[in-house]
């Protein structure tokens, strides 16, 4: 299953609803769809920020054998987190998770991806996936620019954000490009009710000790940050980026089906 869309292009890019209040919100006892990759992952701060809004969490490991939904009509929204392999593994889960997302894009359901899942979802629309021409990776923290479409979807965007990645992706044809890099020019994009951004905000302090625990082979990659610059950095930087997550995901949910909204 492949799925192709022109449907974005020229798409008014407007600010985040604001979201009605869950006592009268049509969604407000739906859960979250979460696809998790590893049999330790966690959703982290996403899952946090979730439970705080009052949403229960539908958490899926499809590598390990879990079904996805046919539809998002009983979930709030979908939310594809990272995970060490790659969107060009020919893993069977891999395939399946790509064209799964076919199902939120055409039902017009809130979706996130995170990393991987930012990559999975720029497969789904047609644009390449691929390691920098030069080696080069993001573990740490590293700048990123708000375009004027991001900006007036979220204004207040943290200057760095934190990476763990290998791997980027085009920007899809047709969608919304919200944050740019240096070494890895598409940081987040949107198409329609879909967002795809390339860095983690879902790391919590745990995490991040974790992370830098058993992946620590990976800071001797070109352009990695070495484990000490993580923990210093997060200090600097984390409050503003937990602050735009939690304006990002109240605003994402609050994003309802274009058809919805004309029937009612």
Same mark, same amino acid.
């Given at each position: 299953?492949?799925?192709r ?7 008014e890019?407007?600010?985040?609803p604001?979201?009605?209040?869950? $006592? ?21 701060r ?9 949403h229960?969490l ?22 594809? @987190?990272g995970?060490?392999m ?18 939120p ?22 644009a390449?996936v ?17 375009t004027a479409?991001?900006?007036?979807l ?18 899809? $044809?047709?969608?919304?490009?919200l $944050?740019?890099?240096d ?10 009710n ?10 919590t ?5 974790r ?6 082979d ?12 993580? @923990? ?7 409050a503003?980026?937990r ?14 089906p ?7």
């Open positions: 299953m492949s799925f869309t022109d449907r974005f292009v020229g798409a890019l407007v600010p985040f604001r979201r009605t209040p869950l $006592a009268a919100a049509s969604d407000a006892q739906l859960p979250v769809l979460i696809i998790l990759h590893q049999e330790s992952s966690t959703p982290g996403v899952g946090n920020a979730l439970r705080a809004l009052g229960h539908d958490i899926r490991r499809p590598r390990f054998g879990d079904a996805l939904p046919e539809t998002l009509d009983r979930h709030a929204g979908a939310v594809i @987190f995970g060490p790659s969107a060009n593994d020919p893993d069977d889960y891999i395939r399946r998770e790509i064209d799964w997302i076919e199902i894009l055409r039902e017009q359901r809130p979706f996130l991806g995170i990393c991987l899942g930012a990559q999975m979802l720029a497969m789904q629309l047609g390449r691929a390691p920098h021409a030069d080696a080069l990776t993001q573990i740490g923290y590293y700048p990123i620019r708000p479409a991001g900006h007036a979220c204004p207040a965007w943290p200057a760095q954000v934190y990476h763990w990645h290998r791997e980027g992706f085009e920007l899809p $044809a047709g969608t919304e490009l $944050a740019e890099g070494d890895f020019p598409v940081q987040a994009f949107r198409a329609g879909a967002f795809g951004v390339q860095f983690h905000p879902d790391v302090y745990a995490m991040m000790h992370w830098t625990t058993r992946g620590y990976g800071f001797s990659a070109p352009g990695a940050r070495q484990r000490h610059h993580h @923990f210093a950095d997060r200090a600097v930087y984390d503003a980026e602050a735009w997550l939690d304006h990002f995901i109240d605003g994402w949910l609050a994003r309802r274009v058809l919805a909204q004309a029937a009612e």
